[in-house]
């Protein structure tokens, strides 16, 4: 792959921002050219097309594309994103990104991402099952828990994940897979306590640790939330549970606001009753754009990438962004977030909590042991703050931003796993 500028104010892409950050790290750490290239990879980054029959007997195309970025510091790691645009260079860039996520966490995954273009949302949960078994059979050899771990991403979930690893068993005859193909599953299936919620929480408890870093209090700040799925409901949950006012919240239906805080438990059940934030009574329906530029003091991106972008960063009023979704400032817009002082917790850190607790299931299948919901979210708070704190110094001492300050331990600890290695194969 090529690196290139970004910055053009042009529309910028998931894979654009990756590798931006990717080459200012290389540059900042001054990689010899052919160790720079091994770690940009990708290493696999195949396309293929699945043909499911539905249930009145239609046959219909469906493209997959499947990446594994890196696997020098462990199997791939990385959800399935099922969205009716996904692109191989969208998936492309997000297995970049597990790649610095796993690193900078410290489990011994690499990078990997899936994609299934379709819309999920469009189809009974008969058909998405359908469509789910077929992508198994179709990409069943680049699946694994020595190769690839998938896992829930943007329209997948743990249902998914449990026909994943059906689909495998049966295929076998087996009861169960020999090890953890896949992580996010149901409980009832070997998945772990806490899962659903560890990407949200994590957010929250890095917020909580810039907190402490400054001796704010986050019962006294303002939360803005654009995404209102598995992260951005458990995440505005959270800080609501901190005693943090949630003051917006959109999805893709709209945006909801209310200045004196939203009640985010009835929030969530007006969505699961009507399917999103739109007409909450609790609150004034505005544009969904709009959370992203209001006044608030902590703003948590988590819906797609490249939503925060040189064309309305300089309309963004929080002091502090949270990245929940991966990639969802630009180059440009981090830039611009830089010179004027609002700090940034990057993707790779900040969403990184779910990735940990995955390594947790993974664990817990491989040994065929048993976790606690207390055990979990103690490794997960623990992990996430000792991160946090450890990125937090690296920025300051070098003068940087905590952006570049993982992404420089991240590409760091992928350069040290190289060289253990030794020369391949
Ligand atoms: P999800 O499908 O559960 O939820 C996505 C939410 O974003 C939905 O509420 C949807 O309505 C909303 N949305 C989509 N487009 C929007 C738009 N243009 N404006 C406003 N809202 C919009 O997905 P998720 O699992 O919560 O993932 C959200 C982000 O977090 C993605 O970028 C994903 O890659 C990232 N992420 C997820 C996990 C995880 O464990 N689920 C882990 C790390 C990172």
Not at 103 to 124: A, E, L, N, Y
């Amino acid at each position: 792959m090529n690196t290139r500028q970004c910055g053009d104010g042009v529309q910028t892409s998931i894979l654009q921002t990756s590798l931006y950050n990717f080459d200012q790290a290389a540059r900042r750490l001054a990689l010899d050219d052919a160790v720079r290239q091994k770690v940009l990879g990708p290493k696999e980054r195949i396309e293929l097309n699945i043909n499911p029959i539905l249930s009145d007997e239609k046959v219909i195309n469906v493209k997959v594309f499947l990446v594994r970025h890196n696997d020098v510091l462990g199997p791939a790691k990385g959800g399935i994103r099922m969205t009716p645009d996904v692109t191989l260079d969208d998936v492309t860039g997000l297995a970049m990104e597990m790649t610095w996520k796993t690193s900078v966490i410290g489990v011994p995954f690499g990078g990997g991402k899936s994609g299934i273009r379709f819309d999920p949302t469009s189809v009974s949960a008969n058909t998405k099952e359908v469509i789910i078994r077929s992508f198994t059979r179709g990409a069943r050899r680049h699946i694994g828990p020595e190769i690839y771990v998938p896992a829930p991403d943007m329209g997948t979930n743990e249902m998914d994940m449990a026909h994943i690893r059906d689909c495998i068993a049966y295929s076998q005859g087996t009861s169960i897979t020999n090890g953890c193909f896949v992580t996010g599953k149901p409980l009832i299936l070997g998945g772990i306590a806490g899962r659903r919620e560890a990407t949200g929480k994590g957010v929250v408890y890095t917020i909580l640790a810039l907190c402490e870093k400054n001796g704010w209090d986050l019962a006294q700040m303002r939360v803005a939330v654009q995404g209102f799925g598995n992260v951005g409901s458990v995440a505005a949950v959270e800080a609501a549970k901190h005693g943090a006012r949630v003051v917006g919240v959109a999805d893709i239906t709209g945006g909801i606001v209310n200045p004196d805080g939203l009640d985010v438990d009835a929030l969530l059940a007006h969505v699961k009753a009507t399917g999103g934030v739109r007409g909450f009574p609790g609150g004034t329906d505005v544009d969904g754009r709009a959370i992203l530029e209001m006044d608030c003091d902590i703003l948590i991106p988590a819906a797609s990438g490249s939503q925060i972008t040189g064309e309305n960063v300089d309309r963004v009023q929080a002091r502090v962004i949270a990245e929940g979704a991966n990639a969802p400032t630009t180059p440009e817009a981090d830039e611009v977030f830089n010179r004027r002082g609002t700090l940034v917790i990057p993707d790779i850190l900040c969403n990184a909590g779910g990735v940990f607790v995955s390594y947790l299931e993974y664990t817990q299948e491989t040994q065929r042991e048993q976790m606690t919901l207390a055990e979990v979210e103690q490794r997960l708070a623990e992990r996430m703050s000792l991160r946090f704190q450890e990125i937090h110094a690296m920025s300051e001492q070098g003068g940087m931003t905590m952006r570049d300050a993982a992404m420089n331990m991240a590409v760091s600890r992928v350069v040290e796993g190289i060289f253990a290695r030794g020369l391949l194969p």
